[in-house]
């Protein structure tokens, strides 16, 4: 609590070189000055909080590129007006304000938002969770890719390393596109460890993105090792077992029908990985799994039954429904799949359980209680209340152009500030009230 | 006051600069999509759960296993190989000279059924170390020439089997071309067993792949026989032989379908096979075994399905009880705070 009110600190500027022991602060106010050494005594440091300042256009500009540069840390800026562009443009992420003065720290920014109490969400619930889905999405992508691919390495080395394609072309083409496509793209959108609310609740989850907790080389060790073994399981499970007869009529299969039963072992198995991997399953990431293996069914249905002139010669005729045929399909169906998966899920078990992350900790302390989100959306349609009619009316008053009054504390702003984050109701300071309506009189000032 | 969620919801009465104005609010409209509040499941993969699993699957997998593996244990197998026995003696110096040679060919084994063999009984060619799968070889044929008539000048992947002086061959190609030609006459107490050689190809093989219109022409005729001929009457669809050879199989090792014996086979009977050693494999040290085989639902003699399951289902279960034992020795308190990395270790964690 404390760190995320000092984390918005106004006019701080830090002075100093590389090793961030030696920084000293220079601020307008005392307070802050104070605060802030303190907080770096407690190693917590300042570059990766916002330097928030309203003073002289370039300077700003040039201490974020000192920040970022000398400390070489994250630096994230965030203003609102014109003379802030120079600071967001110089941080490695830059957010502005839309609002009272203007668009143009909006245009130069890399986030926009509506308010700057918005920014915890952005910080705490969105950047995290930006944060986990992209861990997700580019290790899912490479895993998939590597267990496809694996299958028909391990296949080169029984053609005589011929360089035999094992799948036909066009399941190999379409694999990326269409069956192991929408998946993914649903993890990327819907992700999330913990809800908002509990995102806010424990900042410290933030220190897993600081820390890189989902990408280091261990976590894609993990994750290749899981694509090594899959596309092992998956490969010499059914070349094994599809030796001699296959069915009660004694045929033999051929080339194109062991392949594609490997390949739909393992877009199945791909597919549901995803369920395995998601803190949070919505009905899409059911729709996007099911549907891509029916897409695989429907469209190795329709491409193996016709026939064109302009078949190439290694065509897979009729062999999904030589492969429906057989009992032995649907016993490798159930079989593949689940020991290829049996491994991932043998390895979340025993990590959630004696290695667990903070998240999973978090998500443990609050599993019985269920979203609550839904509740706050609802007084969009309600009456003011009279505190509200009161606030509202208040809130009409002109406001100073400029927020900054040097005060960390005791300036209307901040306090009502951390009131609206704690839940809590701070009144309006009377001297606050009566100089905003002894403003009344005055022509506002045009925008910058 | 209910606290900020991730929409950007209307200011909780107090806050100084509240958009909570209902004729001019910027806020943009809800939607459980955009604002990522879909109803979801939160699965947390508790001990419970994994411990339930494992054993959910062994239940599964142990009976499956039991009942492939009954399956595949029901099936009598006969395999004898007879590639270096089919060479006579003075000959075994040099097999290549002797299988490209004209001298007789015709071998006699002899085979005992060693447990009650149901019809219909399979017959099989076995082949090893024979690269059907070899990339020039799997392109090396005419798909739309086997299927018609008229598309039999289209040769061009069938090089260098393509065509004599000239006139093209159908089916050109080096898959039909080496066309495996061991014949086997089997009889039980002097008693010839006859071998059905209808129905032995796959029927959309029979009936579309290969045309019923198509006849063979000009095959093996060039400077050197690859395999076996083939009856310039019967059309293609009727060659079977050829069909099963065409269907190139996954593996070096894999065994083909030859014919079927429609008669019941007792334990300790005799069988003699009168067989052609025909086919060359000698120049590439492949083998040739012949296999007669029952079949039961699951197919052929093959234990792999009914292991694989009986193992998984086996191994689900030992690690259901080794996780119940870790679980009741070695207990962690579902959602103790005090594993949150900064209760354990100030500024520490993963």
């Keep these: ?448 | 006051m209910p606290s900020n969620t991730a929409s950007s919801s209307s200011a909780p009465a107090g806050s100084a600069d509240s958009s909570a104005s209902r004729t001019k609010s910027k806020r943009p409209k809800y939607s459980k999509f955009t604002q990522q509040e879909l109803p979801a499941c939160k699965p947390i993969l508790t001990p419970g759960w994994v411990i339930l699993t494992f054993l959910v699957i062994s239940v599964i997998f142990i009976p499956l296993g039991v009942v492939s593996l009954f399956a595949s244990q029901d099936v009598v197998e006969i395999v004898d190989r007879y590639d270096n026995d089919c060479v006579p003696t003075p000959a075994r110096a040099n097999k290549v000279a002797y299988i490209q040679g004209v001298s007789d060919k015709s071998c006699n084994r002899t085979l005992v059924v060693p447990k009650k063999m149901k019809q219909p009984i399979y017959v099989y060619y076995q082949l090893e170390n024979f690269y059907q799968n070899h990339r020039r070889y799997v392109k090396s044929r005419s798909d739309s020439q086997l299927r018609s008539v008229k598309d039999e000048n289209q040769i061009d992947a069938c090089k260098p089997e393509d065509d004599v002086n000239g006139r093209p061959i159908v089916p050109c190609g080096l898959i039909a071309w080496s066309l495996f030609n061991d014949t086997y006459a089997l009889s039980k107490n002097n008693q010839p067993l006859t071998v059905n050689k209808r129905g032995i190809a796959w029927k959309s093989d029979r009936e579309h792949k290969f045309g019923k219109n198509v006849f063979p022409k000009n095959f093996q005729e060039g400077n050197i026989t690859g395999g076996g001929r083939l009856d310039a009457n019967k059309s293609l669809s009727e060659q079977e032989d050829l069909i099963v050879w065409m269907r190139t199989a996954a593996l070096p090792t894999f065994r083909k379908l030859y014919g079927k014996i429609e008669s019941d086979l007792e334990k300790g009977d005799t069988i003699h096979v009168t067989l052609l050693n025909n086919y060359n494999t000698y120049s590439f040290d492949g083998k040739k075994k012949l296999v007669l085989s029952t079949t039961s639902w699951l197919g052929g003699k093959n234990d792999f399905l009914g292991i694989a399951y009986l193992t998984v289902g086996g191994i689900c279960f030992f690690l259901a009880l080794v996780f119940t034992i870790m679980y009741l020795v070695k207990p962690r308190r579902l959602g103790d705070p005090t594993y949150l990395s900064w209760n354990r270790v100030p500024g520490g964690g993963r």
């Design chain 1, 1 to 448: 609590e404390l760190f995320r009110c000092l984390a918005i600190c106004h006019t701080v500027l830090p002075e100093g070189d590389e090793s961030p022991e030696k920084i000293v602060y220079q601020a307008a106010s005392p307070d802050e000055a104070a605060l802030v050494t303190a907080a770096k005594n407690f190693g917590f440091f300042f570059y990766s909080c916002m330097l928030s300042c309203f003073s002289v256009t370039e300077s700003t500009g040039k201490v974020t590129s000192l920040v970022r540069k000398g400390a070489k840390k994250i630096t994230l800026s965030i203003g609102d007006g014109a003379n802030d562009v120079s600071m967001i443009q110089a941080a490695h992420v830059g957010i502005g304000i839309s609002g009272m003065e203007g668009m143009q720290a909006v245009m130069a920014s890399d986030f926009a938002i509506a308010q700057f109490r918005f920014l915890t969400d952005l910080l705490l619930v969105h950047g995290r969770w930006s944060y986990l889905r992209i861990c997700k999405v580019v290790m899912y992508f490479f895993y998939k890719n590597l267990t496809f691919t694996l299958t028909q390495f391990w296949f080169t080395f029984r053609t005589g390393f011929s360089g035999q394609r094992f799948y036909d072309d066009w399941f190999q083409s379409l694999y990326n596109v269409f069956f192991t496509a929408l998946p993914v793209i649903v993890l990327g959108l819907f992700e999330k460890d913990v809800s908002a609310s509990l995102s806010k609740r424990y900042p410290e989850l933030y220190r897993e993105g600081i820390r890189n907790s989902f990408f280091k080389w261990r976590v894609v060790a993990v994750w290749a090792t899981s694509a090594v073994y899959q596309s092992l399981v998956c490969y010499l499970f059914v070349t094994t077992s599809s030796f001699g007869a296959i069915n009660s009529s004694g045929k033999i299969f051929g080339l194109w029908d062991v392949s594609t039963l490997v390949f739909t072992c393992l877009v199945i198995a791909v597919n549901v990985r995803i369920l395995l991997m998601s803190n949070s399953i919505t009905r899409w990431h059911y729709i996007t799994v099911g549907g891509s293996i029916l897409a695989w069914l429907v469209f190795a249905f329709v491409y193996c039954g016709i026939t064109t002139s302009r078949d190439r010669n290694e065509n897979v005729y009729f062999v999904i429904y030589v492969l429906m045929s057989t009992f032995y399909f649907y016993f490798t169906l159930l079989l593949v799949p689940a020991v290829s998966l049996l491994g991932d899920f043998i390895y979340q078990g025993v990590e959630r359980w004696f290695f667990p992350y903070d998240y999973q900790i978090v998500q443990e302390i609050h599993r019985h209680e269920s979203d609550a989100t839904k509740a706050d959306h609802l007084e969009i349609e309600n009456e003011l209340t009279p505190q509200e009619a009161r606030s509202y009316a208040i809130s009409q008053l002109p406001r100073e152009l400029s927020k900054h009054t040097g005060f960390a504390f005791d300036s209307p702003g901040y306090e009502s500030f951390f009131a609206s984050q704690l839940g809590v109701y701070a009144p309006q300071k009377a001297w606050d009230v009566a100089r905003r309506a002894s403003m009344r009189s005055r022509p506002k000032v045009p925008k910058k």
